[in-house]
């Protein structure tokens, strides 16, 4: 079974950075493409960066594009979410995401869907505020 387990998160000021790391296990990581996604209290749960499962292709949400970094080690099963300039409408809690790929998936597809995600973790908050 496949477990997901996010770390990193925290509190910081306005204009400062994290790094989120997500570490996989329960199965083969290359088979996986992943995301992170963030859910503020009373509110749905949005997409915020993914990418491929060979690593090689992101995609972001508009809010973060520019500021935000997804990054897939594949010998580690790890990915990470690096979150500069952070502001505080970046508060929320963020979740590490694995969709299962098919024969089929092309190696540059990104899945920016919630609801094609297969795998969760836990979640881990992070809070922007001076």
């Known amino acids: 079974q496949v477990q997901l387990v996010e770390s990193g998160g925290g509190s910081v000021q306005p204009g400062g950075s994290l790094r989120l790391s997500c570490e996989f296990s329960?199965?083969?990581?290359?088979?996986?493409?992943m995301g992170w996604f963030r859910q503020s209290p009373g509110k749905e749960r949005v997409f915020v960066a993914a990418?491929?499962?060979?690593?090689?292709?992101?995609e972001y949400a508009d809010s973060v594009n520019g500021r935000f970094t997804i990054a897939k080690d594949n010998s580690g099963n790890m990915v990470y979410l690096q979150m500069n300039a952070l502001k505080p409408d970046d508060t929320a809690v963020y979740y590490c995401?694995?969709?299962?790929?098919?024969?089929?998936?092309?190696?540059?597809?990104?899945?920016?869907?919630?609801?094609?995600?297969?795998?969760w973790g836990q979640g881990t908050p992070v809070t922007v505020s001076s």
């Open positions: 329960g199965g083969t990581f290359l088979n996986y493409g």
């Open positions: 990418i491929s499962w060979r690593g090689g292709d992101a």
């Open positions: 995401a694995a969709d299962s790929t098919k024969h089929y998936t092309p190696s540059n597809y990104v899945e920016t869907r919630v609801n094609e995600y297969d795998y």
